[in-house]
């Protein structure tokens, strides 16, 4: 089975850039589409950036387009975040769908890490 495990959170100041990481404590990413989500407090939570295998398609929210990139490989996704912003906090959650259908919604997705919390402020 399948277990996101989450790494790289932090506190940054605006404008500043984290890389958050996720690897599987069980079996690989393989097969799988990939997404992060965040869920900001008093917040629903709500899709960030996915990616089905290897040189597939890229999705992102309008509101990280252009500053985040979503990446993978066999054993690895990693999201980059540049010019970060305060409104950017919130816990970020890497997932895994086993299909790859309706992936900008949470319900889509079968396997959830427990989340790192990132912090925008100066």
């Known amino acids: 089975q399948v277990q996101p495990v989450e790494s790289g959170g932090g506190l940054v100041q605006p404008g500043g850039s984290l890389t958050l990481s996720c690897v599987s404590s069980g079996r690989t990413f393989v097969g799988h589409y990939m997404g992060w989500f965040r869920q900001a407090p008093g917040k629903e939570r709500e899709f960030v950036a996915g990616?089905?295998?290897?040189?597939?398609t890229s999705y992102y929210a309008d509101s990280v387009k252009g500053r985040f990139t979503i990446s993978r490989d066999y054993a690895k996704v990693t999201l980059q975040m540049n010019s970060l912003k305060p409104e950017d906090t919130a816990v970020y959650y890497c997932a895994a769908a086993r299909s790859s259908s309706s992936v900008t919604t949470a319900a889509a997705y079968d396997y959830w890490g427990q989340g790192t919390q990132v912090t925008v402020s100066s």
């Open positions: 990616r089905g295998w290897i040189g597939s």
